[in-house]
Nanobody
């Protein structure tokens, strides 16, 4: 019932920028937070950034703090990830995440978008 569509991935040079978008559609009753995870080849999926819907609180992984900025459009259930000063280590498939629920949380995932940082 819930669909997440990511866009904005691609190839960029080190030091460059990309902006990812994630639009959520379907019967989302209560959005607790939206965010981004990423997974590089041979590595586990790791947390990147998240933003809560009710409090507008943001959270970042140490590896991206100061370089990435997450923002939201509550009316459209859309989250953005502005990525600046990109490094080759940022190369990964980026997945959009929506966490719903109140006391009990449930996660929905997008299909992912490839980000490649290379010269």
């Amino acid at each position: 019932q819930v669909q997440l569509v990511e866009s904005g991935g691609g190839l960029v040079q080190p030091g460059g920028s990309l902006r990812l978008s994630c639009a959520a559609s379907g019967s989302i009753v209560s959005t607790y937070a939206m965010g981004w995870f990423r997974q590089a080849p041979g590595k586990e999926r790791e947390f990147v950034a998240a933003i809560t819907w009710s409090e507008n609180s943001t959270y970042y992984a140490d590896s991206v703090k100061g370089r990435f900025t997450i923002s939201r459009d509550n009316a459209k259930n859309t989250v953005y990830l502005q990525m600046n000063s990109l490094k080759p280590a940022d190369t990964a498939v980026y997945y959009c995440n929506v966490r719903v629920g109140l006391t009990t949380k449930y996660d929905y995932w997008g299909q992912g978008t490839q980000v490649t940082v290379s010269s």
